[in-house]
C-alpha cells in the first residue's frame, strides 16, 4: 500500500528512488484454472517501482517522479487490460493480464523509456499488489555483463579472495 516499506533489492548503484502509484483497472483471466478469476472484475493496484542509478540528469533528477507516474498510471488507469492488446493476449499465459505479467509489463515500459536517457538509470524492481492479501515483486535477471562487472567490483575489493 502507499507508503509502506516495501522489500529492498540489493544493487551496485549509488542513487536509488522509488515511485508509488495506484490505478484503478478490470481484467479476467483466460484459464480454465482461473476460477473465479476467469470472470471480469476489477482491482485498485497498487505499484512500487524502484530505479536505481550512479547519474543524474541536468536537472539532479534520476528520472523525474511524474514522468513514471504518466508512462504507467496514465497508461492503465479506468482500463480493461485485456483490451490491451500491446501488451496482454490470450495466446500465450505469459501475456494473460495477471499479477505477475502486469508487473513485469510495467518493468518493459519504465526500463525501455528509461534506456532513452542519457543518464541511463535501470529499474530494479517493480512491487505490484492485486489485492490486500496478493502482491507480486518481478526483478529483472542480470544481464552477463552486469554479472561479469559485478565480478570484477569484488575482485577488485577483494584481489585475494
Ligand atoms: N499467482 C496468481 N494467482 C492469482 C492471480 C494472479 O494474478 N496471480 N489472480 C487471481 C485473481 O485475479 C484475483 O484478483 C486475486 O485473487 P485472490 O488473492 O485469491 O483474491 P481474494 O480477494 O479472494 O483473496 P483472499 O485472501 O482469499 O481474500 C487469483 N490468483
Ligand atoms: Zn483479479
Not at 522489500?7 to 481484467?27: C, G, Q, T
Not at 509489463?105 to 489485492?131: F, G, S
Amino acid at each position: 500500500m502507499i507508503q509502506q516499506i516495501y522489500p529492498s533489492v540489493s544493487h551496485p548503484y549509488s542513487y536509488e528512488l522509488n515511485k508509488d502509484m495506484h490505478f484503478a483497472a478490470a481484467h479476467s483471466i483466460p484459464s480454465a484454472d482461473a476460477g473465479k478469476c476467469a470472470q471480469v472484475h476489477g482491482h485498485t493496484y497498487f505499484a512500487n517501482v524502484t530505479i536505481a542509478g550512479d547519474e543524474l540528469d541536468a536537472s539532479g533528477f534520476l528520472v523525474n517522479f511524474a514522468l513514471i507516474k504518466r508512462l504507467i498510471h496514465d497508461r492503465f488507469d479506468h482500463t480493461y487490460l485485456n483490451d490491451d492488446n500491446e501488451h496482454f493476449h490470450a495466446q500465450s499465459a505469459d501475456y494473460f493480464p495477471t499479477t505477475e505479467v502486469v508487473a513485469r509489463t510495467i518493468y518493459e515500459i519504465t526500463q525501455n523509456y528509461l534506456d532513452q536517457l542519457a543518464n541511463k538509470p535501470r529499474c530494479v524492481q517493480v512491487y505490484l499488489r492485486e489485492t490486500p492479501t496478493s502482491y507480486v515483486i518481478y526483478r529483472p535477471k542480470k544481464t552477463d555483463q552486469q554479472l561479469a562487472a559485478n565480478e570484477a567490483q569484488n575482485k577488485a575489493a577483494a584481489p585475494d579472495a
